[in-house]
């Protein structure tokens, strides 16, 4: 990316290597979301902060300049903002790869399984299909008990994560290389057994599709990565003919804006989708024409909808395309644009904040839904419940 925001007035001129981009991360360094939300190896959460405009090349730059951020660090430090960032050239360039989908790891989503604390086991959520870890046999509902041998009970979900990644306390957004390998312990029906994963170059499965009822579509979205847009604008015009849509966007932690701009146009026909001030200058982001606004849709919302997905559900709710149903979303809606500092590194620092259609700032406040629903458990139940009353009205 680099300093100008000039393609982001314009978001159906968003392309590669040119996409601003609203990313979250903080305590999810690890590329996963916490506690019940579970996590993914390839879940494409950048390190921390936000990060905007066109990217910075990396290119080739020298292996210690990739190893260096005191500037960068300088810079953030004498910024005062806690969601401005600094990096290592080698650690923005992992951050640019997690943009565009790709990772490297074996496959395996993973999920808190029992109460959150020291008893907790970690059970696989997900495997992706084709994946080292499909084709190793894995499946979900496998319990991991170690990793490398270092046993993962009581273990939060995203130092699990990371342990699969091959990252490491020292430098969060490294991964190990392809081809490295890594040990699980695995427990399936009483037999517990080790498994030697080889890792690999995936890409992430940001969109998942699914049907959860006759006439219900359902649209996962972990966060907005390259073509997340696009997909969820397929699995809207593939969806069988009177489908209502639940867009879940739980613990998505935010994502290129240009693809959450492109997903609004799913569910709308054009018109406003966000504001935004860059140094005082306002911009605006616009939905493409032709999308379905007559599907019933709702959207699920929690305390980790973050960023570009909290700008995707402001635009539906203020323009009375969705009713959104859950918690409070986090509250993040500042903008950052990365500056390549001297000796490689790159600081991200914050130039502005966006804005819903109605002119709700989201940051510090978040968006909150039109049916609260604090019981995570209860949440998708009730969502579910309001998209059929939707459907028997329209």
Known sequence: MSGTWKDAANPRRLRRGTALTLVFAGALATGAATGSWGGVEGDSTPPAGEASARRVPVGAVAEEAREAKEDAEDLVSRSGDRWSAAYTAREYEG????????????GITVEQAGVPGPGHAVDIARVQPGSPADRAGLRAGDRIRA?????VRGVPVTEVVAMLRGATAESPTDAAEPGSVVELTVRRDGREWRETLRRERLTAETVTVDRTAPRTTRIKVTCFTEDSGARVREAVEEAPEGSGFLLDLRGNSGGLVGEATEAAGAFLDGGLVATYDHDGTQRALYADEGGDTEAPLVVLVDGGTMSAAELLT???????????????TFGKGSVQVPHRMSDGSVAELTVGHYTTPSGHAVQGTGITPDLRVRAADRAEARAGTVLSGLAAGS
């Open 95 to 106: 951050l640019e790869q997690s943009l565009d989908g790709a990772y490297t790891g074996t």
């Open 314 to 328: 402001g635009a539906l709710q203020d323009r009375g395309r969705a009713v959104v149903v859950g918690s409070r």
């Open 147 to 151: 990793v490398d041998g270092t046993r």
